[in-house]
C-alpha cells in the first residue's frame, strides 16, 4: 500500500491558496483515480482505493499546516506503513511559480508543514513532490503571500504544476521513486 499525502489548511477561505496546492493535487488524483476522498480519518480527509493492482490511500491533513505531521503519523501507524510507502506533496517558495521537483530527503526549509512532518516521522527521508510558488514580492509578508490566492497569469501553470505532479505520483505507483524523480526532474528543469 501506498499513501500519497497533500499538504494544506482545512477550511473555505484558504481553497486555492498558493499554500493548499497539495490538496489540489489530492484532489486531482481523487478524480483520475476514481477514489472519493469521503472519510474522516487520522485527522485527514481519507479515501482509498486501488490504482491497477497497488493498493493506494490519499490523504489531506486537517490539522492545518502546522502539525501535518500528526495525520501523516496516524495514517502510517494505522497501516504499518514505512517512510518510503509515503510521498507529500507541498508548496515550495524557493521554486519557480510552476516548477516542480522531486526529492526523497532534505530539510524543511522553513515550511511548517515539513518540519512536523520531519518530526512526528522522526525521520527527513522520505518521497516528496515540492511545486514551487516563487518567494513574495518585496514588502508582502509571506504568510500573507502563502495564504493568498494565484495571480490570473500564475494560475495556468499551477494547473500544469498540479497535473504534472499527479503524473509523478501515479508513475510511483508502478516505478521505483528515484526513477520517477530522475525522469520528472529532468522534464522540468
Known amino acids: 500500500m501506498k499513501l500519497i499525502v ?3 489548511n482545512p477550511g473555505r477561505q484558504y481553497a486555492g491558496t498558493r499554500h493548499n496546492i497539495g490538496f489540489a493535487v489530492i484532489e486531482r488524483l481523487a478524480d483520475k483515480f476514481g477514489i472519493p476522498l469521503d472519510q474522516a480519518k487520522h485527522k485527514g480527509l481519507f479515501g482509498s482505493g486501488f490504482y491497477k493492482s497497488e493498493k493506494v490511500a490519499l490523504l489531506m491533513p486537517l490539522t492545518y499546516m502546522n502539525l ?3 495525520s501523516i503519523r496516524a495514517a502510517m501507524d494505522f497501516y504499518k506503513m514505512e517512510p518510503e510507502d509515503i510521498v507529500v506533496i507541498y508548496d515550495d517558495l524557493d521554486l519557480p511559480v510552476g516548477k516542480i521537483r522531486l526529492r526523497q530527503k532534505g530539510s524543511p526549509g522553513g515550511h511548517n508543514g515539513m518540519k512536523s512532518t520531519i518530526a512526528h516521522l522522526g525521520t ?3 518521497n516528496r513532490v515540492r511545486i514551487g510558488i516563487s518567494r ?3 514588502g508582502m509578508a509571506v504568510t500573507d503571500y502563502v495564504l493568498g490566492r494565484f495571480w490570473k497569469e500564475e494560475e495556468p501553470l499551477m494547473a ?4 504534472k505532479s499527479a503524473e509523478a505520483c501515479e508513475a510511483w505507483l508502478e516505478k521505483p521513486f528515484l526513477q520517477v524523480m530522475n525522469e520528472f526532474n529532468q522534464q522540468n528543469s
Not at 160 to 163: D, I, K, R
Request: no cysteine.
Open 136 to 138: 513574495p514580492p518585496a
Open 124 to 126: 527527513s527521508e522520505f
Open 6 to 8: 497533500g499538504l494544506g
Open 160 to 163: 500544469e504544476a498540479v497535473e
Open 68 to 70: 501535518s505531521g500528526e
